[in-house]
């Protein structure tokens, strides 16, 4: 066909990409993504098959014809690795390329109409047989473009794409979409650090404006006003923590309340939504205890009056979070989080009762309606999505690793957030102080909760290498690991075996309630050994193996009792607050921590008596990173550099045993001695990777 007659599809778009099929380039927002020739035909001959498995053998044939020596296997791997790298996207998170392993690819992105250069016509002669040829000519271009329409508008289903927003290095939570859907407000450490202050950037843009500037404060939990004009946001600081507001643009803050919380520790950045702008204007409700040691309420703080009105009254419970306005502004939906779990609640502004939308297990983390009010979505590994009338939650079809979503009409904003953590091994023998630690047990995602077996030769641990966190086990240099358990359920943890070496323990939430199971070591049907309607978690044994002590809910606090490893009667060993108990190495007392949001820990006699404070770390947070021996226990410090501390119990002295080599995992149980008293067992966040999504046309 002449040049003069006609041109072929020339761009395809799907989402900020468009690819020149004329000069073969990738462009992203209008700017060239550098890319070799066959990362580039790869990505023609995906799109050329939207929505379609294209084979790995199709793909050789394209590619590599058969008179060509190559290592195909390794090339179309390392092709598709700097496609996706090109795309900004992983394997284990796709957002265009979905691989089917062992099978091939397929595009799932949403490919735009496509476009073609205008036709251009030059008629010399109009004799027929320039018509003909001319005629033929529109037929051809629009069979063409009815062909290539076909094809890139093949969908899979959903209509749904994913995007990264904002890919800084550091840790990046909370964002907040404007009312417009065009602008994005978010906490942002600045690459490193444990403060983070307030930024601003407009979606299509890759710079940003910081907001907030104020050394060692948190500022996080950003909303916007109605208007779109200013931000209001939470900060935790020393005798600065509160709700504030900011111009959206930049400008002078103010302080609109006081917040009971006294330190970062006190409150979950990651999980937590402080705060919401009623779509009036004239109201903000947040989250806050009405005084210290209470569980956290719903307030409303009026704008015209600056007055304050509690909307919700927790009991026995940690507290109401993630308050969210209804588009109409009549309805509040928040996350009740208790000792236990967390449930989905609404409740009118005006104030009456709660209603529990879902108890389902499971993590809530961040909360948001649907545009239209029917429904809600929510984070834990994914983003969901349940209807507010109740019912079953179902999982988006996409949103891995998603948290603390925020919608705008057909536009929703969320964290794309993945660990790996790893459990690490060092000597603590007098002679071997200078042998560097050793990654001991590693995979991509997280490792935690090590202990030894009674004999040293194997440790049990807990890991989501399998999609959700299951118990492990494998021989004590870290080769040759077995998975244990099979529930497919989110939370399976805490391992600790029996003093004979035969059982293991371990605390799962298979229903609402979290209990306690016993397996053998190597493996078998699991039998449940907790029944209560309560949530009994974090087990181990007592030295002659007739109990198991466990941190359970059932007084309406966390307190630690005892129960037969058969089952039973249990019984109550603390008032005053318990978790996460060990036994003496004489028998004689227990150790234990106050509870997940309380620093020290705490001795009790076994044969009755005071309990009594032993120490004042691990800090808040870090309740599993401690360890008894015979002669004292090796702790975390927090306070400054992450180490590893060892109390002597006789001496009361406490020594520097060693520096963490990385940012100590919280929440989880992490560290556990050797019997022979040689080694130790530590759990390290060894990589995090927490950035922001954007996902067109939510539904």
Known sequence: MSPH?????????????????????????????????????????????????VTREELRKQLWPQDTFVDFEHGLNAAIKRLRDALGETAESPVFIETFPRQGYRFIGRIDSPTKSPVRTEVTKWNTRIRFRLAVGAVGCLLLVIVFWGLFTKRPGAQM???????????????????DGQRIAFSWNGGSGTAFSLYEKVVDSEKSLRLTNVPEAVDFGAVWSPDGHEIAFARILNGGTGIYSVPALGGPERKLVQLVWVSPKSLDVFSVTPLDWSSDGKSIIYSDSPENGKAQA???????????????????????INPKFSPDGQMVAFVRDTTGGQSICVIPVSGGHER????????????????????????GRWLWKISVAGGQAERLPVGQ?????????????????????????????????????????????????????????????????????????CNKDGTD???????????????????????????????????????????GPPQRITTDPSNEVVPSWSKDGRWIYFASDRSGRWEVWKVPPTGGKAVQLTHRGGFGAFESADGKFLYYAKGLNAPGLWEVPLDGGKESEILGMPAVGFWGYWAPV???????????????????????????????????????????????????????????????ALIQNIK
């Not at 410090?637 to 406490?654: C, E, R, V, W």
Request: glycine content about 6%; overall charge negative.
């Open 5 to 53: 007659e006609s041109e072929p599809l020339r761009i395809v778009r799907f989402g900020l990409y468009e690819v020149d099929l004329k000069s073969k380039e990738l462009r992203r927002s209008g700017m060239k993504v550098k890319l070799t020739a066959q990362p580039f035909q790869v990505l023609v001959v995906l799109l050329q098959n939207a929505g379609d498995i």
């Open 161 to 179: 794409v994913v995007f990264p927003l904002v890919t800084y290095p550091g840790e990046k939570y909370l964002p907040s979409l404007s009312p």
């Open 298 to 320: 719903l307030m409303l703080l009026s704008l015209d009056s600056m007055h304050i009105s509690q909307l919700t009254s927790p009991v026995y419970q940690t507290g109401d």
């Open 356 to 379: 529990v939308v879902t108890s389902e297990i499971g993590l809530k983390a961040g909360l948001a309606w649907t545009a239209d009010g029917h429904n809600l979505v929510f984070g």
């Open 401 to 473: 690793d998603g948290y603390q979503p925020s919608i705008r009409d057909n536009r929703m904003v969320y964290i794309q957030a993945s660990w790996s953590d790893s459990v690490w091994r060092r000597s603590i023998d007098s002679k071997d102080t200078h042998e560097p630690a050793q990654k001991l047990i590693s995979s991509t995602r997280a490792d935690a909760g090590p202990q030894f077996s009674p004999n040293g030769e194997s440790i049990a641990f807990q890991s989501d290498r399998s999609g959700v966190f299951e118990i492990w086990r």
């Open 481 to 523: 690991p077995k998975q244990l358990t099979h529930f497919g359920v989110p939370w399976t943890g805490t391992p600790r075996w029996s003093p004979d070496g035969r059982f293991i323990v371990f605390d799962s939430r298979v229903s609402a309630d979290a209990d306690l199971y016993v397996i053998d070591a190597q493996g």
């Open 630 to 692: 015979r002669d004292g226990i090796y702790y975390l410090d927090s306070s400054g550099k992450p180490a590893i501390n060892f109390l002597n119990l006789s001496t009361h002295k406490t020594n520097l045993a060693f520096y963490l080599e990385n940012r100590p995992v919280e929440s989880a149980p992490a560290v556990t001695v050797s019997p022979d008293g040689k080694s130790i067992l530590y759990t390290q966040v060894n990589q995090s990777i927490i950035d922001v």
